[in-house]
């Protein structure tokens, strides 16, 4: 495993432990962010393993990095933002009826 494997790897595991552990709803957030950002990382670093030059360049005989699931990952970044900028909306919305964003708060308030 490189170096650059393992930075992936606790990127995505920080942002997933921190999607368990953190009890404020906006710092749930950014960790899902965080951990989106190591997944689609290691996609790219997948579809490279073939080569680091980009398929354009005809005139030489090379390993070629696959474009297909780097395209494929633009894909889900633009989804994955549509979604953050979504859960975003949702609790600026419930911040306005409760004052709080912690977790514990928001269930005791709304428990029937």
């Known amino acids: 495993m490189s170096i650059l494997e393992a930075c992936i790897f606790a990127t995505a595991l920080c942002g997933f432990f921190g999607i368990i552990w953190k009890q404020n709803l906006m710092m749930k957030i950014l960790a899902m962010d965080v951990m989106s950002t190591g997944v689609i990382a290691w996609y790219v670093l997948v579809a490279s393993r073939d080569g680091w030059l980009a398929p354009i360049d005809i005139g030489r005989d090379a ?11 633009l894909t889900a970044i633009v989804i994955g933002f549509s979604i953050q900028a979504l859960i975003l909306v949702g ?7 409760t004052p709080t964003l912690e977790i514990r708060e928001i269930e005791k308030n709304n428990t029937p």
Do not use: E, G, W
């Open 91 to 97: 609790a600026m919305k419930l911040s306005r009826d």
């Open 63 to 73: 390993d070629y990095a696959d474009p297909v699931p780097q395209a494929v990952i």
